[in-house]
C-alpha cells in the first residue's frame, strides 16, 4: 500500500509539472520576440506633433483599437521651467518633462517613429549643441543595439516592438552619458493593459512620474549638472515634472472614490517611497502586473526605474497629501494633495 501511495504521488507531480510546462509554453507561444530591423532616415519626421495613444501626465489616453498602433513623438531641445523661476533646456520626448504617457495593451505592436531635433533653431540668445539622442522603452523585448541606437541630429528613427507583458514601464534615452540625458529630462512612462483590461473599476485614475532635478545656475537659467547627479544629491524632486505643484494646483476628487494611480519612479538615481496620508493602499500591484499583487499597504518602495499600481479609497471629504516619504524628497517638492469634495 505505501509503494502504490508513492507511485501515484509520482505520477501526480509529473502530471501537474508537464501542465505547468504545457501552460508556460503556450504563454510564452503567444510571445512576439524580437521585430524587424530598424530604420534610420535622414528626412525628418513631417509632422512634429505627437501621434498615438499620448497623453501628458497626469492625464492617461485612452487604448486605441487594433492590433498595430502607430506612435511618434521627437526629441527637443526647449527651455523648460521646472518652477517659475527655475528654467534650463532641457532635452525632451516631445513638449514636456516627463515625455508623453504611452498606453497600450498586450499583444499590440507599436510602430514607432521619433525625430532628432536637436538641430532645429534655439530660441533668441540660447545656444545648445546638436547632438545624438535615442529611446529605450523597457516594454519592448527586442535587440537594443538596434531599436535603441542613437540617431544623429536630423535623423529620424523606425522600428516595432510587441508589448508581451501587462504593466507600467520606464522609457527613456539610453545614449551616453545616459545620466546626463535623464537629469535632462529624457523619460516618460507607458501603461500595458491586460488583453482584458485591469481587473475591477475606479472613479479616476492618474500617471505619477517621479523624477529628480540636478541643476546649477548658469546665467539667467540653469543647467543639468552631472557632478551632482553623480553625488546623488538633488536640488529638486518632482511629481510629472514640477516640484510642488499638486500642492499649489491639487487634484480634485470625491470623498467615496476608488482612485487608481499608476505609478513610476524615473529617478534616476534614489528609491521613493510612496505615501498618501489618511487612507490605505487595498490593492497593489508591484511594476503594474496584476499577478503582483498585495494589498493593506500604505507606503511603496519604488527603485529607480521601478513602478506600481496603486488603488485606494478616500474616506470622506478632505486634504489627502501624496508624498515620497524620504522626507527630504518631500521638502524637495515631492508632494502633492488630493482634495476631495
Known amino acids: 500500500m505505501k509503494y502504490l501511495i508513492i507511485i501515484l504521488a509520482g505520477l501526480f507531480f509529473t502530471s501537474c509539472n508537464n501542465n505547468s510546462s504545457k501552460t508556460n509554453s503556450e504563454s510564452n507561444s503567444k510571445m512576439v520576440l524580437g521585430a524587424p530591423e530598424s530604420v534610420i532616415s535622414t528626412t525628418p519626421n513631417a509632422d512634429s506633433t505627437i501621434k498615438g495613444p499620448l497623453s501628458y501626465a497626469p492625464d492617461i489616453p485612452a487604448v486605441q483599437d487594433g492590433d498595430t498602433v502607430v506612435v511618434k513623438f521627437d526629441v527637443r531641445h526647449k527651455l523648460f521651467h521646472a518652477k517659475s523661476d527655475v528654467a534650463f533646456v532641457g532635452w525632451l520626448f516631445g513638449d514636456s518633462l516627463p515625455g508623453p ?8 505592436t507599436v510602430k514607432f517613429s521619433m525625430t532628432d531635433r536637436s538641430n532645429e533653431p534655439m530660441p533668441a540668445g540660447m545656444v545648445m549643441q ?48 545616459v545620466l546626463l540625458h535623464m537629469i535632462s529630462g529624457m523619460i516618460g512612462m507607458v501603461i500595458v493593459d491586460p488583453k482584458d483590461g485591469f481587473p475591477g473599476k475606479v472613479d479616476k485614475e492618474f500617471a505619477l512620474v517621479q523624477n529628480e532635478y540636478y541643476l546649477k545656475p548658469n546665467g539667467n537659467i540653469y543647467s543639468p549638472d552631472t557632478t551632482l547627479a553623480m553625488k546623488k544629491t538633488p536640488t529638486f524632486v518632482a511629481f510629472n515634472g514640477k516640484p510642488g505643484q499638486y500642492v499649489v494646483h491639487p487634484i480634485h476628487v470625491k470623498a467615496g472614490d476608488r482612485i487608481r494611480l499608476y505609478l513610476l519612479n524615473a529617478g534616476p538615481n534614489n528609491a521613493s517611497s510612496f505615501h498618501v496620508i489618511g487612507t490605505i493602499f487595498d490593492k497593489v500591484w508591484i511594476e503594474g502586473n496584476p499577478k503582483n499583487e ?34 527630504a524628497d518631500a521638502e524637495m517638492g515631492a508632494q502633492g494633495v488630493f482634495v476631495a469634495d
Not at 504617457?101 to 499590440?108: A, D
Not at 488603488?311 to 524620504?326: A, L, M, N, Q, W
Request: hydrophobic letters at 40%; a negative charge.
Open 101 to 108: 504617457v504611452l498606453h497600450i495593451r498586450v499583444g499590440q
Open 130 to 177: 546638436p547632438m545624438q539622442h535615442s529611446i529605450d522603452f523597457h516594454a519592448g523585448m527586442v535587440n537594443p543595439a538596434d531599436k535603441w541606437r542613437s540617431i544623429n541630429p536630423g535623423e529620424t528613427i523606425s522600428f516595432t516592438w510587441t508589448a508581451n507583458y501587462p504593466g507600467v514601464f520606464m522609457y527613456h534615452c539610453g545614449t551616453p552619458m
Open 294 to 327: 498585495l494589498e493593506g499597504m500604505d507606503v511603496i518602495d519604488l527603485a529607480p526605474a521601478m513602478s506600481a499600481i496603486v488603488e485606494f479609497v478616500i474616506p470622506e471629504k478632505g486634504r489627502y497629501t501624496f508624498v515620497d516619504h524620504s522626507f
